[in-house]
């Protein structure tokens, strides 16, 4: 059982940055972790995942030439780095985690997941 705390997130204009943090209550090691995203009106969405060790990271297409994924299994953290922000990455974002060292990469996969946080792009 792991509980997720997420910080960051907020308004910001086209083509700004924003940093979500994602703290977990306990050792993320054996955990996959994933950050997704639901817009208004739409289903929850994958955003990323990095491996289980850290490295290795996958994106969907619509965010991997501008975000960045990166946890911290030293510090039980779990970060996604935008840039280059559009109207359309507006979204409630939430970092997910599940035990496994697979790839996972729909939401019904994941068990445990943050609060979520805000992300308003606009100006």
């Known amino acids: 059982q792991v509980k997720l705390e997420q910080s960051g997130g907020g308004l910001v204009q086209p083509g700004g940055s924003l940093r979500l943090s994602c703290a977990a209550s306990g050792p993320i090691s054996s955990y996959a972790m994933a950050w997704f995203r639901q817009a208004p009106g739409k289903e929850r969405e994958f955003v990323a995942t990095t491996h289980q060790r850290g490295g290795t990271t996958y994106a969907s297409d619509s965010v991997r030439a501008r975000f960045t994924i990166s946890r911290d299994n030293a510090k039980n953290t779990f970060d996604l780095q935008m840039a280059s922000l559009k109207p359309e990455d507006t979204a409630v974002y939430y970092c997910?985690?599940?035990?496994?060292?697979?790839?996972?990469?729909?939401?019904?996969?994941?068990?445990?997941w943050g609060q979520g946080t805000q992300v308003t792009v606009s100006s």
């Open positions: 997910a985690a599940r035990a496994g060292s697979l790839w996972y990469f729909s939401a019904e996969d994941y068990v445990f």
